[in-house]
């Protein structure tokens, strides 16, 4: 909702249907990712490598947001 208030009228259907295609994306390159684990290993590495991945992808995204702009 937030983001069809923002953006102009004419890439307002481009903006907004880009939010639902990346969560899919997203859900199809954790399966794979997933997939792939299962085959490589059976050990503790098969639960621990996909945790530390969301790890590491939360502690980037959170030190982004030092460089952001205040509101």
Known sequence: M?????VEA?????VVSSEPLFVGVGIVIAYFF?????F????????RLPIACQILFA???ISELSLGCNS
């Open 40 to 47: 490589a290993s059976t050990g503790p590495l098969a639960w």
């Open 2 to 6: 937030y983001q069809s208030e923002l």
């Open 59 to 61: 502690i980037v995204r």
């Open 10 to 14: 004419h890439k307002r259907g481009r």
């Open 34 to 38: 997933d997939y792939g684990i299962s």
